[in-house]
């Protein structure tokens, strides 16, 4: 090296202040005069053209060289695929676990081909962690798809490392994993067909709320408990109007009256909907 220059590429700048600087002091200066002996020159790093690639293969030209197939340039790029539909007696499942300090809990949904679905909720008696949880969600989904008589299933779950393991891409090493992995993968052989998918957490929203809940609700052993969930689309002061739709109308019709206040806006919407039709008749 000592008969050699070097030539020094870096984007460090002390590297650059040594090598520049004519007079420093201290420990840099120590490192100035042992790096002075050697013919070294500091570049600065630019930008790599084009042209260096081509360069180096020339430099290093291939000593066995393989012939290059031009039939069929970039066929892949002028291949159509079509996604594949879903069949028609193919299921689906989301589930999820819920690991806190209130206890633990799993929600499982089941659809069905005709986007019908079947919620589950089941409140873990037992001390364990998130993705021991993970797994006992996605075990009971598995269970009660079978006791639909489900062949083919199409499984959804928030949890990479649940999704992953049972994908057979990663290992299952935990000790307390290993007997639901094997478990799983025993169930799964009852099935024709069945793939998991990972999605993000806020695609699986309605499995974790199902989870959440059971872990905190307080439920008696062997006991079920009933959910009911339905939308109200008037506030519990307003009294339900039993009406047919067409009654302010009619009214509007026969007497000429107008109707509440808080009902205008709906009665001019039905007024100018009768006045089309009276129209086109």
């Not at 594949?84 to 799993?106: K, P, S, Y």
């Not at 929600?107 to 919620?119: A, D, H, M, T």
């Not at 408990?225 to 009654?247: G, H, K, L």
């Amino acid at each position: 090296m000592l008969s050699h220059t070097t030539w020094l590429v870096a984007k460090n700048d002390p590297v650059k202040y040594i090598f520049e600087k004519p007079a420093l002091t201290g420990r840099i200066a120590r490192w100035q005069m042992a790096l002075s002996e050697y013919d070294i020159l500091y570049v600065n790093q630019t930008a790599i053209k084009g042209s260096a690639l081509a360069d180096q293969l020339a430099y290093h030209p291939l000593t066995d060289p393989q012939p290059l197939g031009y039939e069929f340039l970039d066929e892949h790029i002028m291949v159509a695929t079509a996604n594949r539909a879903q069949r028609d007696d193919e299921w689906t499942i989301w589930f999820n676990g819920a690991f806190n300090i209130v206890g633990n809990g799993v929600g499982v949904v089941l659809i069905s081909p005709s986007n019908q679905c079947f919620p589950f909720a089941a409140k873990l008696g037992f001390d364990c962690t998130n993705n021991m949880a993970e797994y006992e969600a996605c075990t009971i989904g598995l269970l009660v798809a079978l006791e639909y008589q489900v062949k083919r299933l199409k499984v959804f779950g928030d949890s990479a490392l649940v999704i992953y393991q049972l994908h057979g891409e990663w290992e299952t090493r935990d000790a307390k994993l290993i007997p639901y992995h094997d478990h799983v993968r025993e169930i799964m052989t009852a099935f024709d067909a069945i793939t998991f998918c990972h999605v993000p957490r806020e695609e699986n929203k309605m499995a974790d709320t199902l989870a959440t809940l059971s872990a905190m609700v307080q439920v008696n052993e062997g006991q079920e408990m009933i959910i009911q969930v339905r939308q109200q689309s008037q506030t519990a002061y307003s009294e339900p109007n039993t009406e047919p739709w067409y009654f302010d109308i009619k009214r509007y019709l026969e007497k000429e009256e107008y109707p509440d206040e808080d009902l205008i806006s709906r009665f001019l919407v039905f007024l100018r909907a009768s006045n089309k039709t009276k129209a086109n008749l």
